[in-house]
């Protein structure tokens, strides 16, 4: 029989890498299997990455990581044909230490983070496929991978093969996907001068903004659009679940042609040279969709599990804090010598009791409520500028005048008894 | 037998741009990668061993620190160990150089464990010279044998090889003694998927670092920059080829449009006409 671990950890995301890094820093005995060429070679993301859970794992990982720019400024766009509704909040204390998130590339983000474990022990393999988790008697005693000779054996398997698992598929744990309950994002990173962005998006060198946009930029489906600015790209996506890509008979790609060509984008984005096109499924069935997290000799971590929050656009601190929790089971089962599903089930019990279950908790229902009525995005959005516009154009009618008008045409094109459900709708989904 | 294969880290040049401006390579924009050559180097040294059932693999490569990934990578495909030579004082050689002190660092091998063939790849994709070999084999005082495409006998016991050498049109079967040093294409053997053992094997290997001190006799005016009497007068990237003509329609219309093409230009088809 081949060598055996204490760990075989499958997926070197920020979950995967997460569990691999606590679990060798611990004194355990670590593979890390990464079907990529090198870790982050095939991972996506939007590109924020929250400081707290990193720096948990990294104390000031900023003085060494790869990172683009620390955010100092989130805009929110409500966006119709030819005007956005905007709010946003700029505070410059984010651009100093501790700060509040950063702007990263994965490839290079995710290869250090990677490199960080390796440091601490674990020994990572890439270009690698784990086909299946090995079972004897009902405990998951390994994995087989693509590779001749390629059975290896450990005490726990940890999941972290992203969103669509197929080893948890395998296991029992996942089913597949209903098209509401996952989203495809496609973005590109576009090249632009440091510069450029600067002036574009009002920033000094080491500072970063990022944009979120509603409405328009899904052609009022359930979904964003974003903007974020690097050192010097700019990474700009959007998204949608497929249930309403199927609906709305809408090409993933024709939506981000169409945003990027949006009047109120172009202006940022003009004279960029695309340098990457980047597609990714996004888990967002949230608090119902979170699968069977362990079993006997296995746990699922991150997408895998499919911990994110689409709502807040968290996901890869939601993927390091479940590595790290699956990494302090992992060490305690391993002190009890007790790798059963009872054992493991610890994992479960600090996933729901951590911020991580309770945030996909308090919006279990958000998207089911955003989708099944379309006139958030595709009602409320344009009226929401039809107001703002009305409002801030001054034609010499008096304000109050221009309030009651606002008020009126809100009622009489949605109805009172509709626009107050509408609203008590809402509130109930995000409470 | 002992084998021993040099290897060099490279730019992926399949991706790397070159700045139009100062028409130097962008190294950033592109991965080091173990030299593909060189890959096949590595595995037919393994084909080799497994062939004889026995034998040592040793990998040898000069470059600076993060040079240690090639030679992993190098474990990876099976071979035993490896070393590299890292120094300030290698920095910046040409071939002459750079065959000079591989060609010390394998003396110094060879002390250890008598060597009994060497394998180069052709030649570096980003140099594209292919002088490195046949120069250490002229140090080493060793018969080069450049250009093989099949390694068709090894005959330990009467010290001889056989090999295959790729020739402009045909191939070339040769018996040299051993040692010798071989160079390779790529149609020699295609790269195995490593099994798991090797990976796990490459994944904890620390290769051997050996700064210039650990060589023995060695001629500093002949390392690095120092001993390299190559000067690159210029590099740019040749412009694209302009003009041309593209035939639409489907096939028949575009074979009665190129007949028509070739009609009119005879002279493209009789040799020497324009002479």
């Known amino acids: 029989m081949s060598e055996k671990f204490d760990v075989i950890v499958v997926g070197a995301g920020p979950a995967g890498t997460s569990c691999a890094y606590t679990c060798a820093k611990n004194g355990l005995k670590v593979l890390q299997i990464e079907r990529g060429e090198y870790p982050g070679s095939k991972n996506v993301m939007g590109g924020v990455l929250y400081r707290k859970q990193m720096e948990e794992i990294i104390p000031e990982f900023w003085k060494e990581a790869p990172l683009e720019r620390p955010v100092i400024e989130q805009r929110f766009w409500m966006m119709d044909k030819e005007s956005a509704v905007s709010f946003g909040y700029k505070g410059l204390e984010w651009g100093k230490e501790p700060y509040n998130n950063f702007t990263v590339l994965r490839a290079p983000f995710d290869q250090w983070f990677a490199k960080k474990g390796v440091e601490q022990g674990v020994l990572l393999i890439n270009e690698t496929v784990v086909l299946e988790c090995l079972t004897e008697n009902g405990k998951v005693v390994g994995v087989r991978t693509d590779r001749p000779d390629g059975d290896i054996y450990a005490d726990v398997v940890v999941l972290a093969d992203g969103v669509n698992s197929l080893l948890a598929k395998q296991l029992g744990y996942h089913k597949e996907f209903r098209p509401d309950e996952v989203a495809l994002t496609v973005m590109e990173v576009i090249n632009l ?38 050192k010097d790209s700019i990474n700009i996506g959007v998204g949608t679940t497929l249930s309403s890509m199927i609906k709305a008979k809408l090409k993933p790609y024709d939506l981000l042609d169409y945003l990027k060509t949006h009047p109120m984008v172009r202006p940022l984005i003009e004279g960029g040279e695309s340098a990457e096109y980047l597609a990714h499924l996004i888990p967002e ?101 039809r107001a703002a516009n009305k409002f801030f154009t001054v034609d010499g009618t008096p304000k109050k005048d221009k309030q009651k008008e606002i008020m009126k045409s809100f009622t009489s094109e949605r109805g009172t008894f509709r626009l107050l459900q509408d609203m008590y709708r809402a509130w109930k989904a995000v409470k | 037998m002992h084998i021993v294969v040099c290897v060099k880290q490279v730019p992926d040049t399949k991706i790397i741009k070159i700045n139009p401006k100062t028409n130097t390579l962008d190294r950033r924009s592109a991965p080091a990668i173990l030299n593909p050559y060189d890959a096949h180097a590595v ?233």
């Open chain 1, 193 to 230: 001068s440091k510069d450029k962005i600067n002036d574009r998006f009002n920033l000094e060198d080491n500072q970063g903004c990022t944009i979120e946009i509603f409405g328009d930029s899904t052609k009022g489906n359930l979904g964003t659009a974003f903007i974020y600015t690097n």
């Open chain 2, 43 to 275: 595995q037919e040294a393994v084909k080799i061993k497994k062939v004889l059932g026995k034998g040592t693999i040793s990998v040898l490569s000069m470059g600076p620190p993060q040079a240690v990934a090639v030679i992993k990578k190098s474990i990876e495909i099976g071979a035993d160990r490896g070393l590299l030579i890292s120094d300030r004082a290698f920095a910046g050689a040409d071939t002459l150089a750079t065959s000079y002190a591989l060609s010390k660092a394998l003396e110094r091998i060879s002390k250890d464990m008598p060597v009994d063939l060497v394998i180069c790849g052709k030649h570096a994709i980003d140099g594209d010279t292919g002088q490195v070999g046949p120069g250490i084999a002229r140090r080493l005082d060793i018969p080069p044998v450049t250009n093989v495409i099949e390694v068709s006998e090894v005959n330990e016991s009467e010290k001889r090889i056989l090999i295959k050498r790729k020739i402009t049109n045909g191939y070339e079967l040769i018996q040299a003694q051993i040692p010798c040093l071989l160079t390779v294409e790529k149609e020699i053997n295609s790269i195995e998927y490593s099994p798991m053992p090797n990976m796990i094997k490459a994944a904890r290997y620390e290769p051997v670092i050996w700064s210039v001190n650990d060589l023995e006799g060695v001629d500093r005016t002949q390392l690095g920059l120092k001993g390299s009497p190559t000067i690159v007068g210029k590099m740019f990237t040749p412009p694209k080829p302009e003009g041309g003509k593209r035939l639409e329609g489907n096939a028949d219309e575009q074979i009665q449009q190129l007949m028509e093409l070739l009609n009119d230009k005879k002279e493209l088809l009789q040799p020497n006409s324009n002479k």
């Open chain 1, 285 to 385: 069935g949230g608090y119902h969709s979170v699968p069977k997290v362990a079993g006997n000799g296995v746990l699922l971590a991150g997408d895998a599990a499919q911990l994110v929050n689409a709502i807040h656009r968290e996901g890869s601190n939601m993927a390091m804090a479940s590595g790290t929790m699956a990494a302090e089971t992992i060490i305690a089962a391993k002190e009890r010598g007790d790798f059963s599903e009872t054992s493991l089930n610890q994992y479960r019990e600090k996933l729901y009791q951590s911020f991580i279950i309770k945030d996909l908790e308090k919006y279990k229902d958000a998207a089911h409520t955003f989708e099944q009525y379309p006139q958030y995005f595709k009602e409320y959005v344009p009226m929401l500028n």
